[in-house]
């Protein structure tokens, strides 16, 4: 359920997956660490201009942007390639503390039922209880407000809301929350007048 609230997020946001390259001239030290820190994954790596050999492989931290290659010996100055995916705009952990926020004015603003987001030991972010998808697009809009207030439209694939350009966004998440409390998910377009 998290993923998928992710993802309307960053459908709403144009927050798209990118993919980048990084060069790096090994010295001593195996590890590499990105410059790019909305990295969600590695998906090559080459040494010398060569993929690695068998016994050869190399893991990602999302959290450190540390690359760690194990089993290579390669030479004094040879260039490590690494090519990975990344998010232009947010990395999740940050978009994980909008969804935070967007549901406590959901709390406030909503007679529907109060979710949480819950993150387990090993930092899996899971709702309590699981919203149904009606409110996960709820969830989707409030946090696309949160990260940009001063947008006047929003889109999901059954809905589009268009705002005037002078409401708070306090204002904006009020209205939103009150109208798609008795939205029955069908299409359509929804004008938020002043």
Not at 79 to 102: D, G, H, I, P, Q
Request: glycine share 6%.
């Amino acid at each position: 359920m998290f993923s998928s609230v992710l993802t309307k997020i960053r459908a709403i946001t144009e927050d798209w997956l990118l993919t980048g390259t990084q060069t790096f001239t090994y010295t001593t030290s195996l590890i590499f660490t990105l410059d790019e820190l909305n990295a969600t994954a590695v998906n090559d790596l080459t040494i010398g201009g060569a993929a690695l050999d068998s016994g050869e492989t190399y893991s990602y931290s999302a959290t450190t942007h540390k690359v760690t290659v194990v089993g290579a010996t390669p030479t004094a100055g040879d260039e490590v390639e690494v090519n990975y995916s990344y998010y232009n705009k947010n990395s999740n952990t940050v978009l994980a503390e909008y969804v935070r926020a967007a549901l406590v004015y959901i709390s406030i603003y909503s007679e529907c039922q109060d979710y949480e987001l819950e993150t387990d030991g090993e930092g899996v972010n899971n709702f309590e209880p699981t919203p149904s998808n009606k409110q996960l697009d709820m969830i989707a809009l409030v946090a696309g407000i949160l990260i940009n207030p001063n947008w006047s439209e929003y889109r999901l694939p059954n809905i589009t809301i268009k705002y005037p350009r002078t409401q708070t966004k306090e204002t904006k998440i009020r209205k939103l929350i009150l109208h798609l409390q008795s939205w029955d998910g069908h299409t359509e377009l929804i004008k938020m007048e002043a």
